[in-house]
C-alpha cells in the first residue's frame, strides 16, 4: 500500500471514530455541575464602554431566544460608525442604541443577520459541531423548551472549543492523531492577512470585519512572525474607552494588554495533530500560527480546520 493510501486510509477511520464519539455524547453532556449564564433582554441599550460581548439576546415580549452579541459584531459596529461619524457623536449613537435596533443596523450594514444559531439539549455533539462548521460561527446557544409555559429557555451556551477539548480528553485512540498536518493538510496556507508593527488599527479592523477573522499575525520585513493582533485588543481599547483613536499604530495598541498575556504561541507544519489539539486545548486558544523553523509565517491553524478535518 503507498503511503498516500495508508494516509487516507488513518483519516477515513479517523474520522469515522471521532463522529461515533460525538454522535455518542448529547450537548447536555458538556454543562458543568455549576455554571452562571448571563441573558440580555433585546431592549437593552448597549453602553458607551461595549462591554456586552458572547451573551444571548432575550427577547421579552415574545419570550423567545433571539440571538447572541459577539466580538464580530462590535467590530462592524465600531468600523461603521468610525466611518461615518465624529467620535463623540458616535459615542453619543451607541449609547441610545438597543440590542434590537443594533440587529437590524447589523443587518443593513453587512446584508447578513447576526448569530442566531441554536440546537436543544439533547441533540448530539456531533449536531452541534456540523452546525458551527457549516457557518463561520464559534458558539451557539443551547435552547430549550420550558415544560408549563413552552416558551423558550436557554439553557447554555456551547462552542467550538467546548467540542474540541471534549474530544482530545476523551478519544482514546491517541495514534489516529500522530499524523502531521502537512499530512493531513489541516489549516490555511494561502492569502493569510497580515499587518506590521506600524500597521494603524482600523486597517486591521477591516480586515477582521471584511474577512470575518478574530487575528491577523503581525509579521517583520522578513515576514518572521513577531507578534499578533487579535479582536481583543480592540475591546480592551473599548475597555480604556480609546476607541477615538483608532489610527494609532499596533505597537501602541497591544501595550494595553494585562501583564499575563500569553503571547504568541506557534506550531509547525510537521507538528502532529495531537500535540496541535493538546496546545489548543491547555492553552484555550481558537487558533494557532503556524511558523517555519526561522519563525517565517507559513499559515494558521483553527478549530473549525480541525473539526472539518476529522469529523465525516
Given at each position: 500500500?503507498?503511503?498516500?493510501?495508508?494516509?487516507?486510509?488513518?483519516?477515513?477511520?479517523?474520522?469515522?471514530?471521532?463522529t461515533q464519539l460525538l454522535q455518542q455524547h448529547t450537548a447536555y453532556d458538556m454543562l458543568p455541575v455549576s455554571f452562571r449564564l448571563v441573558v440580555f433582554d433585546a431592549t437593552l441599550?448597549?453602553?458607551?464602554?461595549?462591554?456586552?460581548?458572547?451573551?444571548?439576546?432575550?427577547?421579552?415580549?415574545?419570550?423567545?431566544?433571539?440571538?447572541?452579541?459577539?466580538?464580530?459584531?462590535?467590530?462592524?459596529?465600531?468600523?461603521?460608525?468610525?466611518?461615518?461619524?465624529?467620535?463623540?457623536?458616535?459615542?453619543?449613537?451607541?449609547?441610545?442604541?438597543?440590542?434590537?435596533?443594533?440587529?437590524?443596523?447589523?443587518?443593513?450594514?453587512?446584508?447578513?443577520?447576526?448569530?442566531?444559531?441554536?440546537?436543544?439539549?439533547?441533540?448530539?455533539?456531533?449536531?452541534?459541531?456540523?452546525?458551527?462548521?457549516?457557518?463561520?460561527?464559534?458558539?451557539?446557544?443551547?435552547?430549550?423548551?420550558?415544560?408549563?409555559?413552552?416558551?423558550?429557555?436557554?439553557?447554555?451556551?456551547?462552542?467550538?472549543?467546548?467540542?474540541?477539548?471534549?474530544?482530545?480528553?476523551?478519544?482514546?485512540?491517541?495514534?489516529?492523531?500522530?499524523?502531521?498536518?502537512?499530512?493531513?493538510?489541516?489549516?490555511?496556507?494561502?492569502?493569510?492577512?497580515?499587518?506590521?508593527?506600524?500597521?494603524?488599527?482600523?486597517?486591521?479592523?477591516?480586515?477582521?470585519?471584511?474577512?470575518?477573522?478574530?487575528?491577523?499575525?503581525?509579521?517583520?520585513?522578513?515576514?518572521?512572525?513577531?507578534?499578533?493582533?487579535?479582536?481583543?485588543?480592540?475591546?480592551?481599547?473599548?475597555?480604556?474607552?480609546?476607541?477615538?483613536?483608532?489610527?494609532?499604530?499596533?505597537?501602541?495598541?497591544?501595550q494595553r494588554r494585562p501583564d499575563d498575556f500569553a503571547g504568541v504561541l506557534t506550531c509547525r507544519i510537521t507538528d502532529t495533530l495531537l500535540s496541535v489539539m493538546d496546545l489548543l486545548?491547555?492553552?484555550?486558544?481558537?487558533?494557532?500560527?503556524?511558523?517555519?523553523?526561522?519563525?517565517?509565517?507559513?499559515?494558521?491553524?483553527?478549530?473549525?480546520?480541525?473539526?472539518?478535518?476529522?469529523?465525516l
Amino acid at each position: 500500500m503507498s503511503q498516500d493510501m495508508m494516509v487516507e486510509d488513518g483519516l477515513a477511520t479517523l474520522r469515522q471514530k471521532v463522529t461515533q464519539l460525538l454522535q455518542q455524547h448529547t450537548a447536555y453532556d458538556m454543562l458543568p455541575v455549576s455554571f452562571r449564564l448571563v441573558v440580555f433582554d433585546a431592549t437593552l441599550q448597549i453602553p458607551s464602554g461595549l462591554a456586552l460581548l458572547l451573551q444571548n439576546v432575550w427577547d421579552s415580549e415574545n419570550n423567545a431566544y433571539v440571538g447572541m452579541l459577539t466580538v464580530t459584531d462590535i467590530l462592524v459596529l465600531v468600523r461603521h460608525y468610525y466611518d461615518q461619524y465624529a467620535y463623540a457623536e458616535a459615542m453619543s449613537e451607541i449609547s441610545n442604541l438597543g440590542l434590537d435596533a443594533f440587529k437590524d443596523l447589523y443587518r443593513k450594514i453587512t446584508e447578513r443577520s447576526c448569530n442566531t444559531l441554536a440546537l436543544h439539549p439533547l441533540k448530539s455533539l456531533y449536531d452541534a459541531a456540523r452546525m458551527l462548521i457549516g457557518t463561520d460561527y464559534h458558539s451557539l446557544a443551547l435552547v430549550d423548551t420550558d415544560t408549563h409555559s413552552a416558551q423558550d429557555s436557554v439553557v447554555s451556551v456551547l462552542s467550538l472549543y467546548s467540542i474540541l477539548r471534549f474530544v482530545s480528553m476523551n478519544f482514546k485512540e491517541k495514534r489516529l492523531l500522530r499524523e502531521p498536518l502537512a499530512d493531513r493538510q489541516i489549516g490555511t496556507y494561502e492569502e493569510i492577512a497580515t499587518a506590521t508593527m506600524d500597521t494603524r488599527v482600523i486597517e486591521v479592523i477591516h480586515v477582521f470585519v471584511d474577512k470575518n477573522i478574530s487575528v491577523v499575525p503581525i509579521v517583520d520585513e522578513q515576514g518572521k512572525v513577531v507578534n499578533v493582533f487579535e479582536d481583543k485588543d480592540v475591546m480592551i481599547m473599548a475597555r480604556d474607552d480609546a476607541l477615538g483613536n483608532l489610527d494609532i499604530p499596533v505597537c501602541e495598541a497591544i501595550q494595553r494588554r494585562p501583564d499575563d498575556f500569553a503571547g504568541v504561541l506557534t506550531c509547525r507544519i510537521t507538528d502532529t495533530l495531537l500535540s496541535v489539539m493538546d496546545l489548543l486545548r491547555t492553552s484555550q486558544l481558537h487558533r494557532l500560527i503556524v511558523v517555519d523553523e526561522e519563525e517565517h509565517l507559513v499559515g494558521i491553524v483553527s478549530l473549525s480546520d480541525i473539526l472539518r478535518a476529522i469529523m465525516l
